[in-house]
């Protein structure tokens, strides 16, 4: 089953159909409000609104660890986000969608970003950190949408809730960076660390504050353009829907902490044992 993250702007979609609401509570906390099973046509998958029903969690504030470990627990075989990200680069316009392949983390560790620790030992590879499986075959599901898209770029994640200052903006595109959200790391992270594929689809708002001859980023104008893009990913979705196990073959089932324990299964904490095993499942 196909489990989705609604970002900013991406909380409801009109054609959701709820079928069942699911159960928030997990080892780690609460996931974001409003988790539950949905259907569009024939097709049902999970869906969790990543700020929370009603926008209410900032990005440092989401219960990452809750979110992923819910999916996995109910099934989940795949997961795709969609995200609301600024651009650093003036080909990247706003309406647009970018597929990241490669990530660079600038929070702030204000964030619990790993499923390991406290007796729990092991490291896990984020060299390929998205399922580029699932990207590659979306490439031509969406070659004939009225949008450009642009994939295998790099996503710089900062701590928010501030916008960048333009000097953080430019040192971000020296990086390498050509994107720019708060919210994918470390979902990424947890979900490469759960054996699950994570496929991120996020759609531009807006050229951050990088250029003085464009006009910076605003929240006005990003709900605006939040608006005209909900329709875009919804239809990217229902492409993805359509196609059978879209994530066949993918890398991430053989890895995370399948292979990354640093310890042998006796030696893991009792207090964890029970969710670990769904982890690993």
Known sequence: MLAVIGGSGFEKFEDFETVELLPTETPFGPTSSGFKKVRVGQKEFLFISRHGDHHELLPSEINYRANIFAFKKMGAQAIISFSAVGSLKKEYAPGDLVVPY??????????????????????????????????????????????????????????????????????????????????????????????????????VTDYDCWDDSIPHVTVEEVIKVMKHNNSKAFSVLKEVLNQKEIWNGSLAFNGGLKTGLFMPPEAIPADKKKWVEVLMS
């Open 102 to 203: 490669q990530y660079i983390d600038r929070t702030k560790s204000l964030r619990q970003h790993t499923f390991l620790g406290q007796g729990l030992i092991g490291h896990v590879s984020l060299a390929k950190p998205i399922c580029e499986v699932m990207a590659e075959r979306l490439i031509p599901l969406i070659k004939n949408f009225n949008f450009k898209s642009h994939f295998k770029q790099t996503y710089i994640c900062i701590e928010g809730p501030y916008f960048s200052t333009q000097a953080e903006s430019n040192s971000y595109r020296q990086m390498g960076a050509q994107i720019i959200g708060m919210s994918n790391f470390p979902e990424y992270a947890l979900s490469r660390e759960a054996g699950l594929p994570y496929l991120p689809c996020c759609f």
